[in-house]
């Protein structure tokens, strides 16, 4: 018995190695492209960092590599759920931005991750509630990874993005299942992260899901459609950085994608006002054209350059708010009216959509309007993202 179990752990070690240096090489290479090719976004940036780190983590917690070198990436490597989260944000969200709080949440799981790996030697129990810290820091924010994900789906309207959301949703689920999960179980060797250094099963598990996680990186980024969005890092491209945020809709100015059926949106959208209508989501608007959604969908992002159906509402909704705020009939209507007149469900995202659309608030456009001394704002479509 002894002899055939040797041969199986030896042959599912070499399995593990090989999964790790296809999953670090991959990793690798797309550090360098993307380091040559330079990118200015910050999803780019955060994918850029997302390699880097799944190169580390396949190398530093391979078998037979010393237990001292994953002492000393630990800090770097358990900030890494951090980066996937910021990642998310970055490439599901069209208006996100990192800002400096987003670095101090990265640098404190960086600090928790040193204080794991040094006070090992004279404190071990530190140790341990330390990597119980981590662990459950790593399921925080993969699942806030995965809300990202799932929360923005409905309104992406981006065919390749849409699906690719699948393929990270799976591989966030299953690193939650299969490597960040299983280390909040009390057994000492997982808690500390150390049974990846030891071989078996559960290594095996954690180099498939990085050999995986590579691949689809890869795919993505040297795809055969990757040079039409600008180049992402990891799991998921741009997907359409590059295209237009809104153009303005005219009957017959993109025929190429559904002339016939721009023309009907145009009808609803400037003389009907459908976008007042609350709740209105794509499934609703598709449903009244009578046309299916998936149509729709591709009607407004290839043939109006929308990236999200948001986005595509809010156009008319400011453009209806800011020809009621210029308007000297109704100087004395509250600005939440108007909001909520437009098609808005409460004042916060009105006045977010608006400062980020015109570069002012409402009451600052509403009084330079009535002053004669507005000038012209930037158009909605050139300045929401």
Known sequence: MTGPAKVEDIGLTAFDLGLRGAASGLFTMMVLVLIRLRPGNCQAVLGLAMSAGGAGFAVATAPFIPVSTFWWTLPILSAQPVVFWLWARAAFDDDFALKPWHGAVWLAVIILGFTASLSWPMWPVVTKI?????????????????????????????????????????????FIILVAGPALLPIPGQVLGLAANTGGLGSFISALTLCTLAMLASWTLFGANAAAALPSPAMLAAAGADEPQGAHITAGERPAVAPLLLRRLD???????????????????????????????????????YRNFNAFLNR???????????????REVPVLTIAIDAGFQSIGPFNRAFKMATGMTPTEFRRQALAGGAEAPPDFENSAR
Request: aromatic share 6%; net charge positive.
């Open 316 to 330: 008319y909704r400011l453009d209806d708010a800011k020809a009621a705020l210029a308007d000297p009939s109704q």
């Open 267 to 305: 009808q609803l959208m400037t003389v009907e006002r459908i976008y007042r209508r609350e709740g209105l989501s794509i499934g609703g608007l598709a449903a009244t054209l009578n046309v299916p959604e998936y149509r729709l969908r591709q009607a407004i992002n290839e043939g109006l350059g």
């Open 130 to 174: 330390c990597a119980k810290g981590l662990s459950v820091v790593a399921v925080a924010f993969s699942l806030l990874a995965l809300m990202q994900t799932v929360t923005t789906w409905r309104d992406d309207l981006i065919a390749r993005r849409r699906r690719l959301r699948m393929a990270v949703l799976v591989l966030n689920l299953s």
